[in-house]
C-alpha cells in the first residue's frame, strides 16, 4: 500500500480529478455518466457486472454487481492508469470510509519475493470519509498479511519475535521474551514442549502498552510458523499451508498496533507463544501426559493439535492478571473451516453484550463473524483416564467447539474471554483481496474495543 493512494478531501483537487460513476448490475441507465461513457459500455457488453471497469477521457464506470460487496472500489484502484479520481455520486460515512479503504486495499502488493506493478491511481476521498480510520486498518491488514504471506524459511520463532520487537519499538511499547529451556523455568510446560523439537527455541512474546492503572484487556496469539504435524505428520497437501499457522500471533500484532496507535485507554498485554512444531528425536508424542501452568495434567490425542497447547498456558499466564477482557485468536480447526468456510470467522463468547456489539460491528464495518456454541455437554470428549484431559476429542465430531471448550478451562481468570478459530488465508482473489494471507475479524473487534476503551 503506498501513502499516496489516498488522498483527504480538497475541493480544488475533487474538481480537477476524473469522476468515477458507480454502476449497478443492469443500472447503466440511472446514472448521469456522460454519453460517450454509455455508449462505450455498450460496445463493450459493460453492464454493472461487480468489479467491472470501463473508462475513457471523460470518467470511469466501476460495476458494483448485486451491490453486497462494499470494497469494490480497489478494482478502480488496481486497474487505472495514474491520475486522481473521485466518487461521482455522494456516499453516506460507513459507505464512503469503507470505499476509501477498498482503494487502499487495490494497492496491497507482496512484493518481498517478486517485483509487483504497484498501483498509481489516488482517490480524493468523499468529504465525509474517515481516511484516519481507512489507513489504520489497512496498515494492520498489510501487517497480517505480510507475516502471513512470508515463508516459515524466514518467518520461524526468531523472526515472529522480531516483528513483535519492531511493533514495540514503534508504539513505544515493552516487550520481554521468554526462550527455550527458560520456559520450564518459568512454568510454561506446554510452550516449551510443542516447540523444543525445532532448530529455532520456542518462546513466549510478551509485550504491554498504556497505563498501568487503566483497564486491562489483553490479546494471545497462536505463533506456530510451521506446523509439520509433529509425529503425527501431516501429508503434503496438509502441509501445504502451514505457513500461515502463526496467523493468530500476526492478528494479535496487527490489531494491538490499531489500538496503540489510536491511543486506547488500556493497559494492554499482547501473548505470543512462538513455536515451530517439528521433528526430532526430541519431540513430543502421542499418548504423553504434559503439565500445564494451570496445574492440570493433559494427555496428548494428536500432536497435530498443538495449537491450543501453546496458548493453554498462555491463556492461563494473561488470566492471573484478571484482565477486563482477555481475545485469543488462532487458526486452530480444520473443522471451524467445514462448519462456516474460509471467509467467515467464527468466535465463542459467552458474554451477551460483547457478542452483540461484536455482530453490529462486523456488520457495519464488513468484516464478517459468525457465533459458536460452547456447548458443555461436548466436555465429556475431553475426558481422560490417565490425566485431568485429553486435549482432543476421540472422534471427529464438533472439532471447533472441543478445541474452544478446552481453552475455556484455561482462560477462567479473565472477567469476559473471546475465541476466534480464524483462517487467516484467502484460496479465492477478489478486488483488493488477493490469494494469499488475510486479515479477519479484527477490525471488528477494534470497533468494539474503541467503543468500549474509548481513548481521551
Not at 467491472?52 to 470511469?60: F, I, K, S, T
Not at 518459568?186 to 513466549?204: F, K, T, Y
Not at 479473565?414 to 483481496?433: C, E, N, S, T
Request: overall charge negative.
Amino acid at each position: 500500500m503506498r501513502d499516496e493512494m489516498l488522498s483527504d478531501y480538497e475541493q480544488k483537487a475533487a474538481n480537477a480529478a476524473k469522476n468515477i460513476f458507480m454502476v449497478a448490475e443492469g443500472g447503466l441507465d440511472e446514472i448521469e455518466a456522460p454519453e460517450t461513457l454509455k455508449r462505450l459500455a455498450g460496445a463493450n457488453g459493460f453492464n454493472g457486472e461487480a468489479g467491472a471497469v470501463l473508462a475513457n477521457d471523460e470518467g470511469v464506470l466501476l460495476g458494483l454487481g448485486d451491490g453486497a460487496d462494499p470494497f469494490l472500489s480497489a478494482a478502480a484502484a488496481e486497474k487505472l492508469p495514474e491520475g486522481d479520481y473521485v466518487f461521482a455520486a455522494s456516499l453516506d460515512e460507513q459507505t464512503a470510509t469503507l470505499a476509501a479503504l477498498g482503494w487502499l486495499m487495490g494497492g496491497y502488493r507482496f512484493d518481498r519475493y517478486k517485483q509487483q506493478k504497484p498501483a498509481n491511481a489516488r482517490l480524493i476521498a468523499p468529504e465525509n470519509a474517515d481516511c484516519k480510520a481507512a489507513r489504520r486498518a489497512m496498515e494492520a491488514v498489510c501487517l497480517v498479511r505480510d507475516l502471513v504471506n512470508t515463508p516459515a524459511g524466514d518467518m520461524g520463532p526468531e523472526a515472529l519475535e522480531h516483528a513483535a520487537r519492531n511493533l514495540a519499538e514503534e508504539c513505544g511499547a515493552q516487550i520481554s521474551v521468554i526462550e527455550g529451556e527458560n520456559l520450564l523455568a518459568e512454568n510454561l510446560p506446554m510452550i516449551h514442549a510443542v516447540g523444543r523439537a525445532a532448530a529455532s527455541p520456542p518462546r513466549l512474546i510478551d509485550m504491554t502498552w498504556g497505563e498501568i492503572d487503566a483497564p486491562k484487556l489483553t490479546l494471545v496469539g497462536k505463533g506456530v510458523t510451521f506446523d509439520s504435524g509433529g509425529l503425527n505428520i501431516k501429508g503434503g497437501a496438509g502441509m501445504a499451508l502451514m505457513k500461515k499457522d502463526m496467523g493468530g500471533g500476526a492478528h494479535t500484532l496487527a490489531l494491538a498496533r490499531m489500538i496503540m496507535k489510536s491511543k486506547l485507554k488500556v493497559r494492554l498485554r499482547v501473548l505470543v507463544p512462538a513455536v515451530e512444531n517439528a521433528i526430532s528425536g526430541n519431540a513430543f508424542r502421542p499418548g504423553d501426559i504434559l503439565p500445564s501452568r494451570r496445574g492440570l495434567t493433559v494427555e496428548i490425542g494428536n500432536t497435530d493439535a498443538e495449537g491450543r497447547l501453546i496458548l493453554a498456558d498462555a491463556l492461563t499466564l494473561g488470566g492471573e492478571e484478571k484482565p477486563e477482557l482477555m481475545i485469543s485468536l488462532a487458526t486452530l480447526t480444520g473443522a471451524a473451516r467445514v462448519a462456516l468456510g474460509p471467509e467467515l470467522a467464527p468466535f465463542y463468547c459467552d458474554d451477551e453484550g460483547l457478542v452483540s456489539a461484536l455482530e453490529r460491528a462486523g456488520t457495519a464495518v464488513s468484516d464478517p463473524v459468525w457465533r459458536m456454541p460452547l456447548w458443555r455437554n461436548y466436555e465429556t470428549m475431553l475426558s481422560s483416564q490417565i490425566a485431568d484431559v485429553n486435549h482432543i476429542s476421540g472422534g471427529s465430531f464438533a472439532g471447533s467447539i472441543t478445541a474452544a471448550l478446552f481453552l475455556k478451562k484455561f482462560a477462567d481468570g479473565a472477567g469476559a474471554w473471546m475465541h476466534f478459530d480464524i483462517y487467516a488465508w484467502r484460496p479465492k482473489a477478489l478486488p483488493g483481496r488477493p490469494a494469499g494471507g488475510e486479515a479477519q475479524a479484527i477490525r471488528a473487534l477494534f470497533e468494539v474495543l474503541s467503543a468500549r476503551f474509548p481513548a481521551e
